[in-house]
């Protein structure tokens, strides 16, 4: 989306600052008359007073370019427009006049005219690099990163401690999908002035995206030791800690940010995701729950407030929310048989056996090949129901399973990956979360040969098989 920046801003107040001097006998008086009261924020007065003279000379482009810059403090752009038009009929070398409708062009969102402006200016002066570097800010404010960059670069090879080039090269870099140039750029740019939080921002999520994540941890604490107190730069910190696992390390991090005032979603979840990757759903349920309540169409969220509310012995929020997960959006195959296996579990932990089993069988459907579901629903009958009989078809399945198998399946499935929230997005483009493995059923040996051996004991009940 176009808009207008900060630098944007600098044309309007260059149209104040302009020193106009007379030129062709005109009234130095009446000049530095509409420019007193313009200074003194008489913006109407003003316009009125130029009026006045150009009555007497309507050529009078110091005078119109006057009025036009007081027009322009009132955000009468249009206005503003008509004026300067004037002046580059009257004069079509007048420098002035092409850069402020420039300038004007930006403000009305006319951006392709804006540029043409900017270009006249520049050919009637080449060597200015402050026309060229407006151009190259117009450029990107159209998203025309090719151009802005080819403008940029001659005047970075001149000046290479130039801040605000090299942020801006790293910017269009960054916007043409070029990560390890702009991590370069940008890089340059904190070298520069390593108190830049938006930069330092910038470097860091490009480091996630292009899966340098420690390098990213290593830039965010650097700045850390600058301003400890900056929330954002302390939530990615925390995020990088939890991306390379360490989730004491991202609780510590989430915390600091939590006593600075932070109460964002992402730090919410992400710190309930510090937690529940620690085991410790009771801590972990209620930042999920406010990062739900702030976004009540999140699945994810939704998710792992359920799981950790039933693992946490709120079983019936756990089944409300999980089963309120499936409401909200019909999820990829693999994390919706996840979802079904947690809802399983959950309501085995709520005496409903009979239910969780239609549950795994639906949550096999979902991901039919994945045959540890096979197992679930075996080890369902097995010892939540106590029908063995049923049991036994189900592990007889799941071993023949591995009939063209060579490889030892796992004790978990392989985790399924659940679509990146919008939050995500701005945060770089991440990968969700891996939802929970499920059941939690663990042994001594692999899923295989338990199958195995309680078939050998279902099948002959008379003989003793050691497990």
């Known amino acids: 989306m176009k808009s207008i920046s900060s630098i944007g801003s600098l044309f309007?107040?260059?149209?104040?600052?302009?020193?106009?001097?007379?030129?062709?006998?005109?009234?130095?008086?009446?000049?530095?008359?509409?420019?007193?009261?313009?200074?003194?924020?008489?913006?109407?007065?003003?316009?009125?007073?130029?009026?006045r003279c150009l009555q007497a000379d309507s050529s009078n482009t110091a005078m119109l370019l006057l009025k036009s810059a007081s027009l322009a403090a009132v955000n009468k752009y249009r206005e503003a427009r008509s004026v300067l038009v004037r002046v580059v009929k009257i004069d079509s070398a007048n420098i002035r006049g092409w850069f402020n409708l420039a300038g004007i062009y930006r403000q009305l969102g006319n951006f392709t005219m804006a540029i043409y402006a900017c270009n006249r200016a520049i050919s009637l002066d080449p060597a200015n690099r402050y026309f060229a570097q407006q151009l190259a800010s117009l450029y990107s404010a159209n998203e025309e990163f090719e151009n802005a960059k080819n403008v940029l670069l001659p005047l970075y090879r001149s000046d290479t401690l130039d801040f605000y080039l090299v942020k801006q090269l790293g910017n269009c870099y960054a916007e043409l999908k070029r990560p390890d140039t702009a991590i370069f750029y940008y890089s340059h740019a904190l070298a520069l002035y390593p108190s830049d939080a938006v930069i330092t921002g910038k470097l860091i999520n490009l480091y996630i995206k292009t899966k340098m994540v420690q390098k990213g941890l290593v830039v965010a604490d650097q700045y850390l030791l600058l301003d400890s107190a900056n929330?954002?730069?302390?939530?990615?910190?925390?995020?990088?800690?939890?991306?390379?696992?360490?989730?004491?390390?991202?609780?510590?991090?989430f915390q600091q940010s939590a006593a600075l005032g932070d109460d964002s979603r992402f730090s919410h979840k992400y710190l309930g995701l510090s937690y529940y990757k620690q085991e410790r759903y009771e801590e972990a349920e209620p930042h999920f729950r406010q990062a739900f309540r702030m976004d009540t169409t999140d699945s994810e969220i939704c998710f792992y407030y359920g799981v950790s509310a039933y693992r946490s012995m709120l079983i019936d929020t756990?089944?409300?929310?999980?089963?309120?997960?499936?409401?909200?959006?019909?999820?990829?195959?693999?994390?919706?048989?996840?979802?079904?296996?947690?809802?399983?579990?959950?309501?085995?932990?709520?005496?409903?056996?009979?239910?969780?089993l239609i549950?795994?069988?639906?949550?096999?459907?979902?991901?039919?090949?994945?045959?540890?579901?096979?197992?679930?629903?075996?080890?369902?009958?097995?010892?939540?129901?106590?029908?063995?009989?049923?049991?036994?078809?189900w592990y007889q399945e799941y071993l023949h399973s591995f009939k063209d198998a060579p490889d030892e399946k796992l004790n978990q499935p392989p985790p399924a990956r659940i679509a990146s929230s919008p939050a995500e997005r701005e945060n770089g483009g991440n990968p969700a979360e891996e939802p929970a493995a499920g059941l939690n059923i663990s042994h001594p040996f692999s899923n295989r040969d338990f199958a195995a051996r309680r078939i050998e004991e279902l099948q002959h009940p008379q003989k003793i098989i050691v497990r």
């Open 12 to 51: 309007i107040l260059g149209l104040l600052l302009f020193v106009i001097k007379p030129v062709n006998g005109q009234s130095a008086d009446d000049l530095t008359r509409v420019k007193q009261l313009m200074e003194n924020f008489r913006y109407d007065d003003a316009t009125r007073a130029a009026d």
């Open 231 to 253: 929330t954002g730069i302390l939530q990615l910190s925390g995020f990088c800690r939890y991306l390379l696992k360490d989730y004491g390390g991202a609780e510590q991090r």
């Open 318 to 356: 756990g089944l409300f929310y999980l089963n309120r997960t499936l409401r909200l959006l019909m999820p990829p195959g693999k994390f919706l048989s996840a979802l079904y296996t947690e809802l399983a579990g959950a309501w085995n932990a709520n005496h409903h056996s009979d239910t969780a």
């Open 359 to 393: 549950i795994l069988k639906r949550a096999r459907e979902q991901d039919p090949g994945n045959d540890l579901f096979l197992f679930r629903i075996a080890y369902q009958y097995d010892y939540f129901l106590n029908q063995p009989k049923e049991a036994l078809a």
